[in-house]
T-cell receptor, first 111, second 114 residues
Framework: DTAVSQTPKYLVTQMGNDKSIKCEQN?????MYWYKQDSKKFLKIMFSYNNKELIINETVPNRFSPKSPDKAHLNLHINSLELGDSAVYFC??????????FGPGTRLTVL | AQSVAQPEDQVNVAEGNPLTVKCTYS??????LFWYVQYPNRGLQFLLKYITGDNLVKGSYGFEAEFNKSQTSFHLKKPSALVSDSALYFCAVRDITGGFKTIFGAGTRLFVKA
């Protein structure tokens, strides 16, 4: 069974569209994260939820909105997509304070 | 504020030779330190962590790392490199008094030549 899964794996869309990426973990972890990895492989934290509560909200455009319906899910919705949003988005989970288990990533390409 | 530096963009080593990937950190309190590896088109995989205790930490795939508090370093090492170790390696730090935020270094690409 996949521990952290993301859908879709690839997402190609036009500028201005709205899209969502879904993440699910079956590890029973309390904390989930969204990261953005740019073309230079730099990894930046975007958001984190602990027990469905937003605990990290980095400086990202408010076009990005996370939602955690329950402890096992953390979705990312992006409005009005821009060219600069093209990147690989990783979901991760961890027990509180522990190391993180990463999903396979979603490669977003905005045309 | 937390920060992590990986001073080398790339490390080249011959198969069978020892390897070191460097990492230095800055936190206001005591650190949790981690190493992750990323293979092409994959997510990051956890290798090892230091939280407390012995300064030499052993992890997956024969890797180890040494915590040096005075030099604020946490270098990744392996006695004998394999071609299959070629990948992108990330050092990460979390301040144990600073909540859940983990800061990742910029990554070091390890290339092991046969």
């Amino acid at each position: 069974d996949t521990a952290v899964s993301q859908t879709p794996k690839y997402l190609v869309t036009q500028m201005g569209n709205d899209k969502s990426i879904k993440c699910e973990q079956n590890l029973g972890h309390d904390t989930m994260y969204w990261y953005k990895q740019d073309s230079k492989k730099f990894l930046k934290i975007m958001f984190s939820y602990n027990n469905k509560e937003l605990i990290i909200n980095e400086t990202v455009p408010n076009r990005f909105s996370p939602k955690s319906p329950d402890k096992a899910h953390l979705n990312l919705h992006i409005n009005s997509l821009e060219l600069g949003d093209s990147a690989v988005y990783f979901c991760a989970s961890s027990p509180s304070g522990g190391w993180q288990f990463f999903g396979p990533g979603t490669r977003l390409t905005v045309l | 504020a937390q920060s992590v530096a990986q001073p080398e963009d790339q490390v080249n080593v011959a198969e069978g030779n020892p390897l070191t990937v460097k990492c230095t950190y800055s936190v206001s309190g005591n650190p949790y330190l981690f190493w992750y590896v990323q293979y092409p088109n994959r997510g990051l995989q956890f290798l090892l962590k230091y939280i407390t205790g012995d300064n030499l930490v052993k992890g997956s795939y024969g890797f180890e790392a040494e915590f040096n508090k005075s030099q604020t370093s946490f270098h990744l090492k392996k006695p004998s490199a394999l071609v299959s170790d070629s990948a992108l390696y990330f050092c990460a730090v979390r301040d144990i008094t600073g909540g859940f935020k983990t800061i990742f270094g910029a990554g070091t690409r390890l290339f092991v030549k046969a």
